[in-house]
T-cell receptor, first 111, second 109 residues
């Protein structure tokens, strides 16, 4: 069966510091992968998605970037965090039989 | 641009008191409507996918229905463990979803 991992689970970072969040998927090959941010009162916002290694589509221009160095690895990064980057970050993959399945999430607090 | 509106924003029920959550959508061409359950501090858990008007799916106390403009999530005789935020999303192609803001359900014993 397929599983999706995210780490770290929680992160507290100062403004201006860099960020790297990692997502890996097991049990599937060449999945479509997604990064979402969930902020209070704003719902799930799609940030990036990838249909393959090195292929990244950005949905919202911002302070963040994404990379896909391996088939089952998706990384979300920032060079300098802003207060507004705080939120709950979710990685997901697309199962062609059903829909999107989500990881456990990373709670990021920028102080 | 796809739009999804969920109502109510929050709903409080007594255990056993049945009700429905609404998801209204506007899409150029519906490729699927999705329901998720999300517990605090966790990722959304997939519940159902509906593809065409008239389709219904059930899972335990939950039943999802779909029309050309909206979907309902019916909760029959809810229990406290059904308390969660329920999210609705639509897919109109390109393997991306547009989500509503969710309905926060609280079921009291």
């Amino acid at each position: 069966s397929q599983t999706i991992h995210q780490w770290p689970a929680t992160l507290v970072q100062p403004v201006g510091s860099p960020l790297s969040l990692e997502c890996t998927v097991e049990g599937t090959s060449n999945p479509n992968l997604y990064w979402y941010r969930q902020a209070a009162g704003r719902g799930l916002q799609l940030l990036f998605y990838s249909v393959g290694i090195g292929q990244i589509s950005s949905e919202v221009p911002q302070n963040l970037s994404a990379s896909r160095p391996q088939d089952r690895q998706f990384i979300l990064s920032s060079k300098k965090l802003l207060l507004s980057d705080s939120g709950f970050y979710l990685c997901a993959w697309w199962d062609t039989l059903g829909g999107q399945f989500f990881g456990p999430g990373t709670r990021l607090t920028v102080l | 641009e796809d739009q999804v509106t969920q109502s109510p924003e929050a709903l409080r029920l007594q255990e056993g008191e049945s009700s429905s959550l609404n998801c209204s959508y506007t899409v150029s061409g519906l490729r699927g409507l999705f329901w998720y359950r999300q517990d605090p501090g966790k990722g959304p858990e997939f519940l159902f996918t509906l593809y065409s008007a008239g389709e219904e799916k059930e899972k335990e106390r939950l039943k999802a229905t779909l029309t050309k403009k909206e979907s309902f999530l019916h909760i029959t005789a809810p229990k406290p463990e059904d308390s969660a935020t329920y999210l609705c999303a639509v897919n109109s192609g390109y393997s991306t979803l547009t989500f509503g803001k969710g309905t926060m359900l609280l079921v009291s014993p």
